[in-house]
Nanobody
Framework: VQVVESGGGLVQAGDSLRLSCVSS????????MGWFRQAPGKERDFVAS????????NYADSVEGRFTISRDNAQNTVYLQMNSLKPEDTALYYC??????????????WGQGTQVTVSS
């Protein structure tokens, strides 16, 4: 199973950015997907997750109301729309493939990450 993120970049506070993640090697529509992030010197943290059909999502408190996770099963792609970005959102963002179909599944497959930097 491969997971490849894209869409990171350097933006200013208040801007928006959309991350994309393409997964291959298994039946994408059968599994939950998630986004995590890791800031310099910190542990990797959960950001958002989505169940197999996109009807159930879960967010970290720090991004609730600003970030939206979605998926397109026809394109084997999961997205993270990030609005009202803050400098504290600066991190390496990872996409992860779930072990099961739920938004609350464990995650077994990880991408290499895409860097998001938010300047003040």
């Amino acid at each position: 199973v491969q997971v490849v993120e894209s869409g990171g970049g350097l933006v200013q506070a208040g801007d928006s950015l959309r991350l994309s993640c393409v997964s291959s090697g298994r039946t994408f529509r059968n599994y939950g997907m998630g986004w995590f992030r890791q800031a310099p010197g910190k542990e990797r943290d959960f950001v958002a997750s989505i169940n197999w059909n996109g009807y159930n999502t879960n967010y970290a408190d720090s991004v609730e109301g600003r970030f939206t996770i979605s998926r397109d099963n026809a394109q084997n792609t999961v997205y993270l729309q990030m609005n009202s970005l803050k400098p504290e959102d600066t991190a390496l963002y990872y996409c992860a493939g779930g072990r099961g179909a739920s938004a609350y599944t464990d995650f077994d497959y990880w991408g290499q990450g895409t860097q998001v930097t938010v300047s003040s």
